[in-house]
């Protein structure tokens, strides 16, 4: 008589449901700004379970599954990834946001991003002179995409000049300033922020 397995019984597949279910606990808890702490108190479950259950080491119950769902007000299909949650996806509209300056004669940035998520975007108009500000540093790594125009980012020791549709990437703590220098350029930053 063949032997009847569960689908926890199976490894692969059981690692992975985990590990999905893991991910999109996570995603939810942090677009809510929710510490694990928090979660623990409003389901009533273990703080190093959650945990767990985060990094996928924790196949959860129907029981946990449906507390969860309920902490984050969403369908238990949301936590399996069958539903997207709409919290965690967050648009910028071309047409909600201002006109951009054609020719600013000061930086200036629009945020892009949520607060949540470790990642801070911007939409970054970039005057003709660098800023009175000077060269700046922060944690994290820096991204810069220019949109449009010429974009020179200045370091301690060099300048780098990148056109439309270039990409730079540097750690953040290298002292760095921004200027267009025709006056005309565009550029999407994204700032990493360490954990």
């Not at 809510?32 to 379970?49: E, H, I, P, V």
């Not at 599954?65 to 069958?82: D, N, P, R």
């Not at 540093?137 to 780098?160: A, C, L, M, N």
Request: aromatic residues 6%.
């Amino acid at each position: 008589m063949p032997t009847v397995r569960s689908i926890r019984d199976i490894g692969p597949t059981k690692n992975d449901a985990a590990r999905s279910f893991g991910l999109h606990m996570a995603a939810m808890r942090r677009s809510r700004k929710m510490t694990l702490d928090q979660l623990a108190g409003l389901t009533g479950l273990n703080k190093g379970y959650l945990s767990r259950v985060e990094r996928g080491e924790k196949t959860p119950s129907i029981a946990t599954a449906l507390k969860l769902s309920q902490a984050f007000a969403v369908s238990v299909s949301a936590l399996f990834g069958e539903a997207v949650d709409e919290s965690v996806i967050h648009i910028v509209r071309s047409n909600a946001r201002p006109a951009p300056d054609n020719s600013p004669t000061e930086t200036y940035f629009e945020p892009l991003s949520q607060a949540a998520g470790g990642i801070e975007a911007f939409l970054l108009f970039a005057g003709r002179d660098f800023g009175p500000d000077g060269r700046v540093d922060h944690g994290g790594t820096e991204i810069i995409f220019v949109v449009s125009g010429k974009i020179e980012i200045q370091f301690s020791d060099r300048s780098v000049l990148l056109g439309t549709g270039d990409f730079l990437q540097f750690p953040g703590h290298l002292a760095h300033q921004v200027r267009a220098p025709d006056g005309s350029g565009s550029a999407l930053i994204a700032i990493t922020r360490e954990k």
